[in-house]
C-alpha cells in the first residue's frame, strides 16, 4: 500500500467498502456478532476472494450468514447462493463437530493447528498465507471479522498482539473489524490514511485514537483535531483516543518512531447499510448464563424453517 511519496497509504474505505476490482480475504474469528451486522458481515463475504473461518467461526458462519435473516428473509425469490468457506482451521476446541463433518464432506479445506503456543487467530494468519501462496492466489488485503466484544479481555489483547506479527506471516495488510471499529498495526515510519468524507463530517461517530502497545512511539501527526508534534506516546503518559479529524482535511499524516496501532469508527457507514434494525446479539460460546452455543444455533436453525 505505497503512496506516491515516501508515505504508506491507506484506503480506509477499502477496507469496509472494498471496490469491485480490490480482491480480498476475510477471516471469521470465533467472536460473537451482533445481528445488525448481518448484513454487513454477509455483503463482505459474498464478495471476498478467499473465505477462512477460525474453529468456532465456522459455527457463526453456518448459522449466521449462511443460514442468518438476511437470507432467509431477502426480498428476491432466489436470493444469492451464499458461498462456501475456501478454509477452516484452528484446534478444532469450539467448532461443533457435525459442522466439521458437513464442510468437510463438502471438499472445503480444512487444516487443523494443534499448537498452543499460538492463538488460532495468528495460527489462521499464517494458514491463509500458505493457501494463497500455494494456489497463486490475488489477495491485497485481509479483513478479520473480530465480533462485537469479548468477556475475555486476554482475547482481545491477544487479537492485538497478532497484528505485531502479521508482517511475518503475510505480505499484505490485515485489518480486524470489531462492531463499528477499523483496527490495525502502524508500523515504523510515515502513514498516510485517506478517510471518506461522510466519515470525517459526521461529527458525532468520526472517532479515531492511537495506541501505543508494546513500546512508546514519538509521534507527529497531521490532519486531526488534537495533533501530536513529536511527542511521546505511551502507557502511564500520554495516548490519543477519542480523538477525531480535521473537518478540512481528508486524510491524516502519522509519523512514528515505533508501531502503533490506529483505531476508527465506521458507524456511520454500517447505519448506512441499514444494519441497525435489531439489536440482538449472538454469541458464540457460553457467554450468556446457562445459555448453550448448541441451544443457540438450533434455535435460529429451528427460525430459519
Known amino acids: ?48 476472494h478467499v473465505r477462512m ?33 475456501d478454509l477452516i482451521a484452528g484446534d478444532f476446541d469450539s467448532i461443533e463437530p457435525e459442522l466439521l463433518k458437513l464442510y ?7 487444516i487443523h493447528t494443534p499448537d ?7 495460527k489462521a494468519v499464517r494458514e491463509l498465507g500458505k493457501y494463497v501462496l500455494e494456489r497463486n492466489l490475488m489477495v491485497d488485503q485481509v479483513l478479520v471479522i473480530a ?16 497484528l505485531f506479527k502479521v508482517d511475518k506471516l ?26 471518506a468524507k461522510d466519515v470525517i463530517l459526521n461529527s458525532k461517530r468520526a472517532w479515531c485514537g492511537l495506541i501505543p502497545l508494546g513500546h512508546p512511539a514519538i509521534v507527529t501527526t497531521s ?10 506516546l505511551s502507557f502511564g503518559s500520554l495516548i490519543s483516543t477519542s480523538n477525531t479529524y480535521d473537518p478540512k482535511c481528508s486524510s491524516v ?13 465506521i458507524e456511520a457507514y454500517m447505519e448506512l447499510l441499514g444494519s441497525n434494525s435489531s439489536k440482538e446479539t449472538y454469541v458464540n460460546g457460553d457467554a450468556e448464563p446457562g445459555v448453550d452455543n448448541v441451544q443457540v444455533c438450533q434455535n435460529l436453525e429451528n427460525e430459519r424453517r
Open 223 to 232: 490532519g486531526l483535531k488534537w495533533n501530536l508534534d513529536n511527542q511521546e
Open 170 to 195: 503475510i505480505p499484505v495488510p490485515v485489518i480486524m473489524l470489531c462492531k463499528g471499529s477499523l483496527i490495525w498495526l502502524l508500523n515504523s515510519g510515515d502513514h498516510r490514511i485517506e478517510v
Open 104 to 110: 468437510q464432506n463438502e471438499n472445503v479445506t480444512v
Open 147 to 162: 465480533g462485537v466484544h469479548s468477556e475475555r479481555f486476554d482475547h482481545i489483547m491477544a487479537n492485538l498482539a497478532t
Open 1 to 48: 500500500m505505497n503512496g506516491s511519496d515516501d508515505r504508506v497509504l491507506w484506503k480506509a474505505e477499502n477496507f469496509y467498502r472494498p471496490p469491485p476490482q480490490l480482491p480480498f480475504a476475510v477471516i471469521v474469528l470465533n467472536e460473537s456478532i451482533d445481528a445488525s451486522d448481518f448484513p454487513f458481515v454477509y455483503h463482505l463475504w459474498q464478495k471476498a
Open 53 to 85: 473461518c477460525v474453529d468456532g467461526g465456522t459455527n457463526l458462519y453456518h448459522y449466521l450468514i449462511r443460514n442468518g435473516p438476511q437470507v432467509t428473509n431477502a426480498t428476491s425469490s432466489d436470493p444469492p447462493k451464499c458461498r462456501l468457506p
Open 253 to 265: 499524516s502519522i509519523s512514528t518512531s515505533h508501531p502503533l496501532i490506529w483505531t476508527m469508527g
Open 116 to 122: 498452543q503456543d499460538e492463538t488460532d487467530f495468528t
